[in-house]
């Protein structure tokens, strides 16, 4: 199992709006865990099927410096500083699931899988409970030693769940907290400040496009992706949808990284009759001490976009430089 722990300060300007519950708070100094999240699904552990002869890829941990809105449910990252304990000693509770991959030697990848669809899954209310299915299909390929080429789509579908995590799963958090918050939230009530949950449980299907393009230090990634669903206590479906696209350089032996990300959520939330918005930008560096110690600075600019009135976060921005460190074992 690997644990990381991080010491997060963000310190900027929060532009609260005259129409809100309770007075914006811009504090946002906590511990968290890791920044990472699979719907940005940077390639973690390339195949060594069909490379290029006398091609070496270290990945070393390395995630996207990246966070997205929309955040997901991920899995126990497997590094090179923290080995499993082998069989059934080494899964945590909440990662029981059965799934089968398939990778050719030419490069194209397929995945079938069914799981429990929660992370806390219990036995009881079974009416309320189903399987999640998921599948993933697409191809991974390196034309020369120093260019590969990846582009996958993925499907998630749940029909009923008590305690559905697609949106919320991320242990870490959002990574800015107590932002744009009523002045009594806290951080441990409130970790997914800044974030966009869809609250949606119940006849969820989800799609999502993932393109990348790494040519030496050069990485590209893309996300395209709509979640529909409904929650528990709704009738009709609502569609959310994320496209997120970043630039990442990685020099000095990869141990240094410069970086941009423009992400955008649309949609539908539970409780508000229209369809509203929210922005990110992102500019961010980084430095590798060790494979398993990041130090990292960014700035971040986010804007809300046709919340009502009465929402806190109606013509709600926040903005500003987030400096922080991750130790992972």
């Known amino acids: ?182 002045t009594g939230s806290s951080e441990s009530t409130n970790a997914w400040s800044g974030a966009v949950q869809s609250k949606m449980g119940n006849m969820v299907t989800a799609f999502v496009v993932n393109p990348f393009i790494k040519y030496h230090g050069l990485e590209l990634f893309g996300n395209v992706e709509t979640i529909t669903g409904a929650g528990a206590s709704e009738l009709q479906r609502r569609t959310l949808r994320q496209n997120a696209g970043d630039v990442v350089y990685r020099f000095f032996d990869e141990k240094l990284y410069v970086g941009g990300r423009y992400n955008t959520v649309a949609g539908r939330l539970p409780g508000i009759a229209n369809d509203i918005s929210v922005n990110r930008t992102q500019i961010a560096g980084g430095w590798y001490v060790t494979p398993n110690v990041l130090s990292k600075i960014e700035f971040v600019n986010q804007k809300y976009n046709d919340f009502p009135t009465t929402d806190i976060r109606h013509g709600g921005q926040f903005k500003g430089f987030m400096v922080e460190g991750v130790v992972a074992f």
Do not use: C, W
């Not at 809105?69 to 923290?82: D, S, V, W, Y």
């Not at 799934?99 to 069914?114: E, V």
């Open 1 to 182: 199992m690997r644990i990381r722990l991080t010491l997060a300060v963000i310190a900027g300007l929060v532009v609260p709006v005259a129409a809100q519950s309770g007075p914006a708070t811009a504090s946002a100094t906590t511990a968290s865990a890791t920044a990472a999240a699979t719907t940005t699904a940077t390639p973690l552990t390339p195949a060594t099927a069909g490379e290029p002869s006398g091609y070496t890829y270290h990945p070393e941990g390395r995630r996207d410096p990246f966070v997205s809105l929309l955040r997901h449910a991920a899995e126990t990252p497997r590094g090179p500083a923290g080995a499993r304990a082998p069989g059934l000693a080494g899964l945590g509770a909440s990662e029981v699931a059965l799934k089968g991959t398939m990778q050719a030697r030419d490069g194209y990848i397929a995945m079938l899988g069914l799981t429990g669809g929660e992370v806390h899954g219990q036995v009881t209310a079974p009416g309320k409970r189903g399987p999640s299915y998921l599948a993933k299909l697409g191809f991974d390929k390196r034309p020369a030693n120093d260019l590969r080429i990846r582009l996958t789509g993925s499907m998630y579908k749940t029909d009923r769940s008590v305690n559905n995590t697609l949106t919320s799963g991320d242990r870490a958090g959002s990574r800015y907290y107590d932002v744009l918050e009523p």
